[in-house]
């Protein structure tokens, strides 16, 4: 499956995006989805992941309560709806599917296909 990521910008703290990634493809609603993202000099890092159905979901700490992960997969599409953003929320944002269903990984390397990441920049 190839991913796309978009919907990337800049951001006044407090501010609100929608990031989106488009996936090809008969298969999407097979794979788990998640978004990871890495800030200059650190690894990257788990945001959220989707189960297949898009009925269970799970969040990093530090988006918990601001950030929604949704999908569509009519659409081929997951989503993330970050609101109240910080400064600290500013990296390149990737998507990325897991062939293996019944996981919800949180580590990176587990996941089987990356979309090309979208920058997301918080800043007055």
């Known amino acids: 499956v190839q991913l796309q990521a978009s919907g990337g910008g800049l951001v006044q703290p407090g501010g609100s995006l929608r990031l989106s990634c488009a996936a090809s493809g008969r298969t999407f609603s097979t794979y788990v989805m998640g978004w990871f993202r890495q800030a200059p000099g650190k690894e990257r890092e788990f945001v959220a992941v989707?189960?297949?159905?898009?009925?269970?979901?799970a969040y990093a700490d530090s988006v918990k309560g601001r950030f929604t992960i949704s999908r569509d997969n009519a659409k081929n599409t997951v989503y993330l709806q970050m609101n109240s953003l910080k400064p600290e929320d500013t990296a390149v944002y990737y998507c990325?599917?897991?062939?293996?269903?019944?996981?919800?990984?949180?580590?990176?390397?587990?996941?089987?296909?990356w979309g090309q990441g979208t920058q997301v920049t918080v800043s007055s």
């Open positions: 989707i189960s297949v159905g898009g009925g269970s979901t």
């Open positions: 990325a599917a897991d062939a293996r269903p019944l996981y919800y990984s949180t580590k990176p390397y587990e996941y089987d296909y």
